[in-house]
Structure formats: C-alpha cells, structure tokens
C-alpha cells in the first residue's frame, strides 16, 4: 500500500486509504477537547512543549489540498507574505483561525477561498487528521482534500506571496522527511523538513505532511 | 517572488487548458514499446514540433506547465524517449519531436555502489529514472567546475544524456579517489571499470 503511494499514487487509491485511516468529521468541540496530538510542534522527541505556559491555543484549520493533476498527485503549498504576523515567508496551507460560529471545515475552505481563491466546486474533502498543536499557540484542524485542476486561483497578495505545487509522492517518501534541530526560545527543539527544489518545507507544515504519511501508512 | 513566477498562478496567463503529458505528445505509445534504456530509435526522424513547456530541474523534478510531474512512471517513460540533438535536449516519438528545457542534467544519480571484489574496482550508479550505468569508457565519470559549488561530477548514462551525481555522492567518490601520473602532471580522480577519471590536478586537492 504505502509502495503505492510513493511510486504512482491514484486519487482512487488515496479516496480509498482515506475512507479507512483519517477521520470522517471534526467538530470545533472535537478540536477544542483534543489533547496534543502525537504529531504536533515538538513531538518528534517524544516530548511536547509546554502548550499550557501559551496560554489557551486558538482553534484553526487548514485545507491539505491534494491537486489531482493528470500526471500525478500534487499538493498545493503556500509560500505566506513577508509581513504577516505570524509565520510569514513561510511554506503553509491555506489556512487560519477558525471565526466565531464557524465549523473547522467551513474555516478551511473559507480560508482557502480567501488566501487563494481557490473555490469550494473544486474540493473533494477525504477527512481530517488528529489536531496539531503548534508552538505558536494554535489548535490545528487539517482538513485532507483532492482538487479538480481546473481551477484559477486569485492569489491575495496580502496573505500570499506565491503558491507552488510539490509532489505528494515525494513528500510521503520517508526517505524525505528530516529531523532537524534548533534552537528556539530558550530549548532546542526538533522538527521535520522536506526541502524540494528550493522550497524548505518545515515545521507544522511538515509536521502535518508526516502526520499523514503516518496515519496513510499505518 | 513575483505573482508571475509562480507556476499556479502562470497558469492563469494561459487560457489553453493543460493537456495531460500522455497527449501532450502524439505517438508516445508506440514510442515506449521499445525496450526501456535504449533512448528513441535513431531511425525516427519525425518532424521538430518546437519547444513544449517542459522543464527538468537540478535536482531531477519534471515539470509541466510549471507544476511537479509526480507520477514516477510517467517521468520514466519520457525519460526513455528523450536524446540530445546539438544543445537541444529532445522528447521523440516515430511522429512527433519536442523540446524540452534541461537546468543541469537531465538525469540524477542518485545511489552510487561500489565493486572491489576484482582488481579493478567497478563503480555503479542508479538514476532518479531507474536507470543504472556501470562506469567504462562508454559511460565515463566527468567533473566540472561549478559556479559556486565547487566540483560537479556526472556520468554518461547513453548518447550524450549525462546524469549529475547527487552532492551526497561527491564525497564518496572523493573518498574513493587517488593521485596518479597523467602527462607531466599528478592528477587526483577515481579508477573504475578499467580507466582513470581525473578531478583535478593533485595540488589543488586543498581546494576539495
């Protein structure tokens, strides 16, 4: 199954493996409940930060976009604008907090809709993956979802400074996946990377791409 | 970056829909029905359909139409059609012939294996596309200086389509190289398959 994956993944196959291993729904009570998840900021160690020293994490989703393209699967990154608040020039999803009266689904594709115009039309979602706590103090609902590549995206240049595909086989390759360390606040801290072709994939992102490789291939 | 570099948004420039590769090149079928490793039939000729938006990065990605190819096979599969023609790295089929924009090298090396069993010692590598080339005078080893990163080597995989060997592979040919007499001259390289392939000259080792 994960050979599959890896060497020529098919949306029938991904639907399939999704339908068996992610979660069907997510409610923002399911979020708020959610204790850290194996995979969040941290937890390749084994140890999880200190999310209670950050106060109460704010609930946030984000949309996996797995872009059906007719040479193979691809998922749809962000590169975030330089001077936004928090993880800026960074690779993301679309994403963000989730507003008051919102489900984590309808915050994913609003988000999606408002980084970068890409329309609900297009998404097919699969599931959820466990929520992922980051160090910066956000509960994160990642809604897994193929995409029709008809789409147009209208990039909103506020948020987004670009948007790049990266193959989903390359990045559900172990091989690909890096532990690094740094130093951060005090504490040396591990995380995953997945550099490709001069993008440094890293961090939640990362964390949640190997989060669904995981649950994928367990 | 700007908006335009960007290969999602490049596309909405682009009102002509994307063609999937396997049409975007007529013939292809007939094409692949030859065995894998041996390139496009010298005999086919077709006519030259100019350059298509294909691209091959350094770090041996296909690109079409700005986007990742992910699919492996379907990588392998152009692979085995494509030979050079002048500097112009070509995609040919018995009825169609295209261009297609090479970074570096069109292929990479990616694993590198090592025979010492024998006298002399045999030095294999493997491609991204699968290919595997044992180092003779067929398939030679080259080094190149590269802009800013020191050393390149590559290897001749067939025709004149060259693989360049993954960085991490570079220090295990280094670690396998020698000094030897060539000429009036001490070269540093690596002896495979029969033949001495020189990296630079002994003393500028340092330089490594």
Redesign the interface.
């Known amino acids: 199954m994960s050979a599959d994956l890896i060497?020529?993944?098919s949306p029938a196959s991904l639907r399939a493996l999704a339908r068996g291993k992610l979660r069907a729904s997510l409610s923002l009570a399911d979020l708020e409940r959610a204790a850290p998840g194996a995979m969040s900021d941290d937890a390749p160690d084994g140890r999880l930060p200190e999310f209670a020293a950050l106060g109460p994490l704010r609930p946030a989703a984000v949309l996996l976009p797995i872009?059906n393209?007719?040479?193979?699967?691809?998922v749809?990154l962000t590169?975030r604008a330089s001077d936004l608040r928090a993880h800026s020039g960074q690779v993301a999803f679309p994403g963000g907090k989730i507003d008051a009266g919102e489900t984590p689904r309808e915050a994913a594709l609003r988000e999606a809709y408002e980084e970068v115009g890409l329309e609900e039309r297009f998404i097919e979602p699969l599931g959820w993956l466990d929520p992922y706590f980051t160090g910066t103090g956000f509960r994160v609902a990642p809604l897994v979802a193929l995409v029709e590549?008809?789409f147009?995206?209208t990039?909103n240049?506020l948020e987004v400074?670009?948007?790049?595909?990266?193959?989903?086989?390359?990045l559900m390759d172990a091989a690909n996946h890096r532990l690094e360390e740094r130093e951060w606040r005090g504490r040396r801290r591990k995380y995953y990377a997945m550099p490709?072709?001069g993008r440094y994939i890293w961090g939640a992102t990362a964390g949640i791409l190997r989060n669904l490789y995981e649950k994928l291939t367990s | 970056m700007q908006m335009s570099d960007s290969p999602t948004s490049k596309r909405e420039n682009n009102a002509e829909p994307m063609r999937a590769p396997e049409s975007a090149l007529r013939g292809l079928g007939e094409a692949t029905a030859r065995s894998r490793g041996l390139g496009p039939a010298p005999s086919w000729n077709p006519p030259d359909c100019g350059d298509i938006d294909m691209r091959i990065a350094a770090d041996g990605t296909w690109f079409y139409c700005g986007s990742p190819i992910g699919r492996a096979p379907l990588v392998q599969l152009f692979a085995s059609i494509m030979r050079k023609e002048g500097d112009r790295h070509v995609l040919v089929t018995p009825v169609e012939k295209v261009g297609v924009k090479v970074d570096d090298a069109p292929f990479l090396a990616v694993e590198m294996s090592i025979q010492t069993a024998t006298r002399d010692p045999q030095l294999m590598f493997r491609t991204n596309v699968d290919d595997t080339v044992t180092v003779d005078a067929e398939h030679p080893l080259r080094f190149e200086r590269g802009a800013s990163d020191g050393l390149k080597p590559y290897v001749k995989v067939r025709g004149d389509l060259w693989a360049l060997v993954k960085r991490a592979l570079f220090y295990d040919l280094v670690a396998l190289g020698r000094t030897e007499r060539a000429g009036s001259e001490d070269w540093f390289g690596v002896r495979a398959g029969g033949r001495f392939f020189p990296m630079c000259r002994a003393s500028e080792i340092e330089g490594l």
């Open positions: 060497s020529d993944p872009v393209r007719p040479f193979g699967l691809n749809l590169l590549p008809s147009v995206l990039i240049k400074d670009e948007v790049f595909e990266t193959p989903f086989a390359f490709h072709e």
